[in-house]
């Protein structure tokens, strides 16, 4: 058997020279990628059903919420679970779980049904988000670490635009969006099957164990809550707005998916610039101020459906770079042996988001109306705006 510390030595050596294991990588993100494709679908496709069967976008946006629920759930528990089964394992079987869900929301009607639902599908998707990150980063060396990150939210985020677009050609109605959605989950089992020898360790609890990670390094804890609002909440409940300023359900669809190409097209010039800049919490806040101007902007975007195209292209790709550059900077600040655990922390704050952004968004749709939608995100871009600065003025040395 081989010794255990030689091993960690060989792997550190090898991350030092610059080295990238891009079977255990191109994994991670392989199968992440088709759980975007089912996101991107989803999210919209549930969404439309409920408010064709009358559901208000607040009780929309109150189930769309136990995502976030279920998520907070899963984020202390996938690090115990993968320490126990090993992290394969654990993604092989939420890989089933997911699918299987995902076919529930078809052959079950009644509304109540869809919270249950709900929780165990984002309980499953939220254990491949951790595993997968924490794969990804363990298997990226410091110095490429932006980079990496920027292909994994690049093929991330091409699973969410064609999500979307796939949404606009098959429609609501019938198995079929259900069938693809739940297949394409399956799908993830293969790239995961193929590099089933290079799983990482998890490494040992450490006292204080996942919560302590959750204010460690704030600005990439606050940055991704945000981001998981504005993301939920506006993918889940655009349909609704679209509908509200009349664009037809294809119309929003293919905005959806022009905010998703903005995603492709930044993430890895994002992930390489942000390998070379002294303090990625500058980044992060200039992302946040290109995402509060953009959102000001939608109300004055409606009457010309290119022109919103254009604008929400470049606003989506960069305010993306909130998770992707947080994510690098949560990595850079810790050792590998606290990943896992950081990990976790970290998609528990983009659950917390999901958790917030729908219910606040709905909330602000059926006050205030169509502008309900641009006001509310614009708020989310604002609070991260505050904090960064307060983190910036008060301690120029620490995340």
């Not at 076919?103 to 998707?125: D, N, S």
């Not at 930044?266 to 303090?279: A, C, E």
């Not at 606040?360 to 960064?388: E, K, P, R």
């Not at 983190?391 to 620490?398: I, W």
Request: charged share 10%.
């Amino acid at each position: 058997m081989d010794n255990p510390h030689s091993s960690e030595i060989v792997d550190e050596i090898r991350r030092e020279a610059g080295a990238i294991d891009w079977w255990a990588a191109g994994a991670a993100i392989a199968s992440i990628s088709a759980v975007g494709v089912a996101l991107g679908l989803g999210l919209p496709l549930l969404s439309v059903i409920l408010e064709q069967r009358g559901v208000s976008p607040t009780m929309i946006g109150a189930n769309t919420a136990v995502a976030g629920a279920a998520s907070l759930l899963a984020a202390p528990l996938v690090t115990p679970i993968a320490r126990r089964l090993g992290v394969r394992m654990t993604m092989a079987i939420a890989i089933v779980a997911a699918s299987v869900s995902a076919l529930g929301f078809y052959f079950f009607v009644p509304f109540w049904t869809w919270f249950p639902l709900r929780l165990v599908f984002h309980f499953a998707i939220t254990a491949l988000f951790i595993l997968s990150e924490f794969w990804i980063n363990a298997a990226a060396p410091p110095g490429k670490r932006g980079f990496i990150l920027g292909i994994y939210a690049t093929f991330l985020s091409l699973g969410f635009a064609f999500g979307p677009w796939l949404f606009s050609q098959i429609g609501s109605q019938g198995f079929l969006p259900f069938g693809i959605g739940a297949g394409v989950i399956l799908a993830a089992l293969i790239p995961l099957i193929l590099a089933w020898d290079r799983q990482p360790a998890v490494g040992a609890e450490l006292r204080g164990g996942f919560w302590r990670y959750l204010t460690l390094v704030p600005t990439a804890t606050a940055a991704v809550l945000i981001f998981g609002a504005v993301e939920s909440g506006g993918f889940a409940l655009f349909p609704i707005y679209g509908q509200l300023v009349n664009f037809s359900e294809a119309s929003a669809a293919q905005l959806l998916t022009a905010i998703g190409l903005g995603n492709v097209l930044l993430q890895i010039p994002i992930g390489l610039y942000s390998d070379r800049v002294g303090d990625r919490r500058k980044l992060l806040l200039f992302f946040a101020a290109v995402g509060l101007v953009g959102s000001l902007c939608l109300p004055f975007l409606v009457e010309n459906w290119w022109l919103m195209a254009a604008t929400l292209f470049i606003w989506g790709g960069v305010v993306a770079g909130l998770y992707t550059v947080g994510l690098a900077h949560l990595g850079a600040k810790l050792e590998t042996t606290e990943l896992a655990s950081a990990n976790a922390a970290f998609i528990f704050c983009y659950s917390a988001g999901m958790l917030i952004g729908p219910q606040t968004i709905g909330g602000a749709l059926d006050l205030f109306g169509s502008d309900g939608f641009a006001w509310s995100l614009a708020l989310f871009f604002a609070a991260y705006l505050v904090l960064t600065l307060v983190r910036l003025s008060v301690n120029k040395h620490h995340a």
